[in-house]
């Protein structure tokens, strides 16, 4: 095996075109490690579940599943979101496809067009938290997500205590209920104390939900 930097952003390259994927390995620098790949909605779901990596390379188009693509592989995955990032990497420009996939929970989107250097760049700024997009399909997020959404999460979060909003982020980026009692030193059932009131003021009825609202908001 390779020998890779103990500092390497492990990645996971979803595409169905062997040629694209080999030559995106070739391309990508030395602080990234790509540990697997996968061709379908099906296989994407399964190599990232078990490699959790800390980005998913993903393509929007792709074979299986129930015809969702990305997005069906972003809802597969939805424990997942926060701890692992999707940055989304497409021949697509086009604005459903991009607000689709960003929906779900993609913390990004680059068009295929763009360089290895560039897409180096993004997969370190979407590891370290960032949006990244290319940038004339920024506009197409704004649009979607403009100033009344925000008005509308700032609203929703107003419902909630520091404690409950402590728990949301940390229940919403796939923590168990014991790994967020042991992080903010409460007991597992006041976690779950919290997690019932945050789901009853949101109006979400799992978990599951409550990780799809918060990625939906940009708040992962």
Known sequence: ???????????????????????????????LHVVAEADSVESA????????????????????G??????????????????????????????EDVVTVIRAGARGYVTKTISGTEISDAVVRVAGGDAVFSPRLAGFVLDAFGTASVASVDDEL?????????????IARGYSYKEVARELFISVKTVETHVSSVLRKLQLSSRHELTR????RRLL
Do not use: K, Y
């Not at 800390?54 to 929007?60: F, K, N």
């Not at 419902?159 to 728990?167: F, G, I, K, P, T």
């Open 45 to 64: 779901i399964a190599v990232i579940t078990r490699e959790r990596p800390a980005v998913v390379l993903l393509d929007v188009h792709l074979p299986g």
């Open 66 to 95: 129930n015809g969702g693509g990305g997005a069906e592989v972003l809802a597969g995955c939805s424990g997942l979101l926060g701890r692992t990032r999707f940055l989304a990497l497409s021949v697509s420009d086009a604005a």
């Open 213 to 216: 609202w918060a990625a939906d």
């Open 1 to 31: 095996m390779t020998d890779f930097p103990d500092q390497a952003i492990t990645v996971v390259v979803v595409d169905d075109h062997a040629i694209f994927r080999s030559g995106l390995r070739a391309d990508l620098d030395a602080r």
């Open 158 to 170: 107003d419902r909630l205590s520091a404690r409950e909003l402590e728990v949301m982020r940390l």
